[in-house]
């Protein structure tokens, strides 16, 4: 049901306006904002504070300063600030300004920056407070309302050391591959001044809420919208048949979809059943309250075991609950069990986990008129209706041109009709690889010919976006009376939620990683992704391999401590070497000297601690780079001169705060010998670059490799202005399981990474962690540290205290951010990291990559840092925390 698009705003009187003092000057605002917030944001168009899950007040991204004293403005009605002084970080003086964005940014303490706005208003408020008498414990035992997920807060304490002291830290820019340097838009990004998608207001905008279903499993007998479409303020409710095209996505199966039509039939309780467009972002999600549906509800099947087994189909419009088999065998594994001397058994349990990026998703669509040239920005987007022929739509998704594929096929419009921008968002970790608003946004923005904006609140996210999988691993391993490995027989099943995503990969990825890097003879592996009702499971930091490689780690100390030895000699004694036979049966190269390298580095640090007394566990692990497994990957990015002496690098790699952006700008740097100020990075579909999903390690290796070609292909040719230079970089070599090889080349790369974890016998806390990381080159130290302390910090979170559960009707038991137990600054332990540089052969600059491995090794090391305080061998995550565990139900 569509109003006509040219309905005034909503006539509703005000009956009061509330006045303040911003950043020095009087206003007034409406009184009917629901808090501070969205006085600030949607009124006087103040972008500083952060909405990441208002009104919970729970992430601090939307910290100001309230008549002296930080406030969290999603917190703050209007009637606690009448009169007062409220300060945003538009208003604190410039040179204070630039002391912060000076230590913030040499420091490396933001990545993706959506939450360093917030916390800078918090550390200002302790300077006024205490000046130099502010402390490192203090800062962090303050920062306690303040949530990051990206940098393990290690860096923000650093900087805030650095501003206590008056210290001006030195601001280095990067002056290639290998050398520190700042951020890319780092001090932008820790002002608050580089916009966000959900920071754009193009005029004319409209906004979009969603309808969610009520029940995970549900016949949609009738949907009503009429009192929706009645509400003051809506302009249009749209529904699955409004659809002009295609209604199901899908990063590997079109099996998602984007609405559920009257006469289809539900899967789980993040599936949409219409948008609401409306003048404002409060009447649009009033209005999508408002839609009426009609349900036949049936029972969730939210037991993986009983899927497996039931002859019902747990998903709308699709045969069987079976995602996928991934399976492998070499060798005699019933023989050399039977042969062992010491043989284990143990079945392990991980958990579903949300990754809590704190931006939520957000998409702007904005129609083009006809003639206009592309990009536009989100400031200036707005036009005059006229006759429009593309749609731009502004996306912090991981592949832009995935995105754009499924928003042509929904509405039916050839792909160059859509032109997707990425606007580098405020945190993914894998979460943000499928769609989730932007085919919806833009079906009403073409529908309606103007700019539409829908955001999430984090309700919404926490239902709609994919989860980590929870997985149940049955382990049977043996070795010899000296500790060396001889076979290894494992069983998985996988809750990968209704749709593929890319499930039927992380389950792929577990069996194939299930031997951890290590020289196992004889190996019987087998993973299965099972469809249920419970939320969706997809690509999440560490893609399988962490939850493997949990599992493999317990069966290693096991088998030391009935051998006799330590846990790091068992590691010694049986980690993959050039020549050796991995896992589905890969020949490893030398790439894999890194594993010896990162044991060897953490020893002082394992022996010391041991001297000591202290409880103490290691983990060792492996994480493939590049998606691999017969995957034809191609990777392409442009160098362009301009007239102003600017350098454009575009690539095709999404920024969420791993850095790709700065190893894009530092590679130009290296081989095209400018400076670092002198390269604006790009990324927009305008150019066919697309290599699929930021994922897998790969942006930092594939990036590297393609805009190093182009800037090669530049000089050769003499850097011509005004040229378009293409370059690719291609892994075209792998090998698939199913290809049924002796020694397949599962994957091109690997990373490596050793960790000590050192627990207080006393306490039972996790003190101080060692991390070895082999990133075959460090393109830029400072930001690698900063992503290894960043995966130390979710790694603590996933082994010790994290969980996303459901209950039997398939409904989230966790819906705040605090309800996800993540680690808070007070609670972090010291981290050292050692960079370990061994290149992988024939990689660009020996790069290996970081993001993923750097928590792959955590949860098996602080499994044994406990049992080693008091001796309970521990199966199932997370080891603390038992009320965000698994169901125990769902999985017997």
């Known amino acids: 049901m569509t109003q006509d698009p040219s309905t005034p705003p909503s006539a509703t009187a005000f009956p009061s306006t509330t006045a303040f003092i911003l950043n020095g000057s009087p206003v007034e605002v409406r009184s009917d904002h629901d808090h501070l917030l969205t006085a600030l944001r949607d009124e006087l168009h103040v972008t500083s504070p952060k909405d990441g899950c208002s009104p919970s007040g729970q992430c601090g991204c939307c910290t100001v300063i309230v008549d002296g004293k930080a406030r969290v403005a999603c917190q703050t009605p209007l009637d606690k600030v009448v009169g007062k002084p409220v300060l945003t970080l538009e208003g604190v003086d410039a ?203 049936l029972t969730p099947i939210t037991s993986p075991i009983e899927a497996m087994s039931s002859d019902e189909d747990a998903v709308w419009g699709l045969d069987g609950n079976i995602l996928s088999t991934s399976s492998y065998q070499r060798g005699d594994v019933g023989q050399a069990l039977a042969e062992s001397v010491h043989l284990v058994s143990e079945t392990f349990q991980t958990q579903r986990i949300d990754h809590a990026f704190l931006e939520p998703e957000s998409t702007l669509a904005v129609p083009v008129p006809a003639g206009i040239p592309l990009p536009l920005t989100g400031a200036n987007s707005g036009t005059e209706p006229t006759d429009f022929d593309r749609l731009l739509v502004f996306s912090g998704g991981q592949g832009i041109w995935d995105d754009r594929n499924d928003i042509a096929r929904m509405l039916d419009v050839p792909t160059e009709t859509i032109v997707t921008e990425l606007v580098s968002n405020g945190g993914a970790f894998g979460g943000k690889e499928d769609l989730s608003n932007q085919a919806q946004t833009a079906l009403a923005a073409w529908l309606l010919q103007v700019p539409v904006r829908t955001t999430f609140s984090r309700e ?19 070795c010899n009376a000296e500790g060396r490995l001889t076979a290894l027989r494992v069983r998985m099943i996988g809750d990968s939620g209704p749709y593929a995503s890319v499930g039927m990969k992380v389950l792929e990825r577990a069996a194939g990683h299930a031997s951890g890097p290590y020289i196992v003879p004889a190996i019987d592996v087998e993973a299965v992704a099972v469809r249920t009702n419970n939320s969706v499971c997809g690509a999440f930091r560490g893609f399988g391999a962490n939850q493997a490689q949990f599992a493999m780690e317990g069966v290693l100390d096991r088998l030391a401590d009935a051998t006799g030895i330590s846990g790091w000699e068992i590691r010694n004694r049986n980690v993959v070497t050039p020549g050796a036979v991995w896992g589905p049966g890969q020949i490893m190269d030398d790439g894999c000297l890194g594993a010896r390298a990162c044991l060897e580095a953490i020893k002082p640090a394992y022996d010391a601690a041991r001297a000591q007394g202290r409880a103490v566990g290691l983990g060792l692990g492996l994480k493939n780079s590049g998606l691999g497994n017969g995957f034809n990957e191609v990777a392409r990015a442009v160098v362009h001169f301009r007239t102003d002496g600017m350098v454009e690098v575009r690539h095709c790699w999404t920024e969420m705060g791993q ?182 052969p024939d990689a660009p600059y020996g790069i290996k990559g970081v993001g993923e491995i750097g928590l792959v090794p955590t949860a098996g090391a602080t499994a044994e840092a406990l049992r080693q305080r008091d001796g309970v061998w521990r199966s199932e995550l997370p080891l603390v925390n038992a009320s965000n565990r698994e169901r125990s139900g769902a999985w017997s």
Not at 746 to 752: A, E, K, L, R
């Open 460 to 478: 919404e996210s926490f239902l709609v976006h994919t989860k980590r999988h929870p997985i149940r691993m049955t382990y049977e391993a043996g």
């Open 95 to 297: 040179d204070e300004r630039r002391r912060y964005a000076d230590a913030f940014a040499a420091t490396g303490a933001l990545q993706c920056g959506f939450c360093t706005p917030g916390v800078v208003m918090r550390v200002k408020s302790m300077l006024d407070k205490k000046g130099a008498d502010l402390t490192r414990d203090d800062a962090a035992r303050l920062l306690g309302a303040n949530l990051c997920r990206c940098t393990g807060y290690i860096k923000i304490l650093d900087a805030v050391e650095s501003l206590a002291r008056n210290e001006t830290p030195v601001v280095l820019h990067p002056t290639g591959v290998g050398s520190r340097g700042i951020k890319y838009e780092a001090a932008s990004l820790a002002l608050g001044d580089r916009p966000f998608i959900d920071d754009l207001a193009p005029e004319g905008l409209l906004h979009g809420a969603f309808h969610l279903t009520a029940h995970a499993r549900a016949d949609i007998i009738a949907i009503d919208t009429t009192a929706a479409a009645a509400e003051p303020g809506v302009v249009a409710v749209f529904t699955a048949a409004d659809v002009p095209g295609e209604l199901r996505s899908g990063l590997i199966h079109k099996d998602w979809p984007l609405f559920i039509p009257v006469g289809g039939r539900t899967s789980y309780l993040g599936d949409p059943l219409a948008i609401v467009v409306a003048d404002t972002r409060a009447t649009a999600r009033r209005a999508a309250e408002l839609v009426e549906v009609t349900y036949e509800i």
């Open 659 to 840: 850095g790709v952006h700065t190893v894009a700008q530092q590679v130009a740097v290296e081989e095209l010998g400018v400076s670092a100020e002198q390269v604006r990075v790009i990324v927009d579909s305008t150019r066919e670059l697309g290599a699929g999903q930021t994922t897998g390690s790969r942006g930092t290796l594939m990036g590297a490799g393609s805009v190093a070609h182009a800037c090669r292909k530049a000089l050769a040719d003499g850097c011509r202005v005004g040229v378009d230079y293409e370059g690719e970089y291609r892994v075209d070599w792998t090998n698939s399981l199913s290809e049924g090889l002796t020694n397949p080349i599962i994957h091109s790369t690997f990373g490596y990474a050793a960790q000590v974890v050192v627990l207080g016998r006393e306490s039972g806390v996790v003190e101080h962690v060692v991390a070895a990381h082999d990133v075959g080159r460090a393109v830029n130290p400072l930001l690698c540290e900063g992503q290894i302390e960043g995966a130390v910090h979710m790694g603590l979170g996933y082994a010790l205290s994290e969980g996303f559960p459901c209950d039997p009707d398939g409904r989230p038991l966790n819906t705040t951010l605090r309800d996800l137990d993540i680690i808070r600054p007070k609670d972090m332990p010291t981290v050292e990291v050692i960079l370990v540089e061994s290149p992988q």
